[in-house]
């Protein structure tokens, strides 16, 4: 089946520096990539929606010089948590799509800690 | 804007037992798609089930299944013989457009707990 492997798993930053998060569809081409956040025994919240080749589309009250999203190629999504502050530590799941009737993949998550 | 709505933050259920997990949604759309999620500790999500309100006839995955009622915006999941690997926190989802492969809007999420 489709996978989605997210890279890394848990990583541990200090606060003012900025951490990189890897999406890659291993088998299929997502032409659309999905980012959330997600607290502890929460819902996840959906933060913007990248297509292959165009700009994120963000959500309300998510900041786009915060979270930057690119989405170069139809295998790799990176999700750029910028000037990283305490706040900011939160589980990150992506999600890619192919389209119709494909469904979603969902990648395994990253677990980011400011300190 | 979708909304879906997860009334139980929690649960509970007996190996073996049977229980229903509620979830309703507003939306516009006459044709949509509807999910069911699993999020096991792993935190790894995991798709259960999946129903297009256009099919008069509730989805089944072996021991999940559908009740949905279109008239009342209402999904609920169903999990029939619990195992203690079902334990686990679930979420409905409605995508976007009603479509299969739009953003998802996920409810609050109901957290499964499973006694031996």
């Known amino acids: 089946g489709a996978v989605v492997s997210q890279h890394p798993s848990r990583v541990i930053c200090k606060s003012g520096t900025s951490v990189k998060i890897e999406c890659r569809s291993l088998d299929f081409q997502a032409t659309t990539m999905f980012w959330y956040r997600q607290f502890p025994k929460q819902s996840l919240m959906l933060m913007a929606t990248?297509?292959?080749?165009?700009?994120?589309?963000?959500e309300q009250g998510v900041e786009k010089d915060k979270f930057l999203i690119n989405h170069a190629s139809l295998t790799l999504s990176t999700l750029t948590v910028t000037s990283a502050h305490p706040e900011d530590s939160s589980f990150y799941i992506c999600?890619?799509?192919?389209?119709?009737?494909?469904?979603?993949?969902f990648g395994s998550g990253t677990r980011l800690t400011v300190v | 804007a979708q909304t879906v709505t997860q009334s139980q933050p929690e649960m509970s259920v007996q190996e073996a037992e049977t229980v229903t997990l509620s979830c309703t949604y507003d939306t516009s759309e006459s044709d949509y798609y509807l999910f069911w999620y699993k999020q096991p500790p792993s935190r790894q999500m995991i798709l259960v089930i999946r129903q297009e309100a256009y099919k008069q006839q509730n989805a089944t995955e072996n021991r999940f299944s559908v009740n949905f009622q279109k008239a009342a915006k209402s999904f609920s999941l169903k999990i029939s013989d619990s195992q203690l690997g079902d334990a686990a926190m679930y979420f409905c989802a409605y995508p976007a457009g009603g479509t299969s492969y739009g953003k998802l809007t996920f409810g609050q999420g109901t957290i499964l707990t499973v006694h031996p």
């Open positions: 999600s890619a799509t192919q389209g119709f009737d494909y469904g979603y993949t």
């Open positions: 990248s297509n292959e080749g165009s700009k994120a589309t963000y």
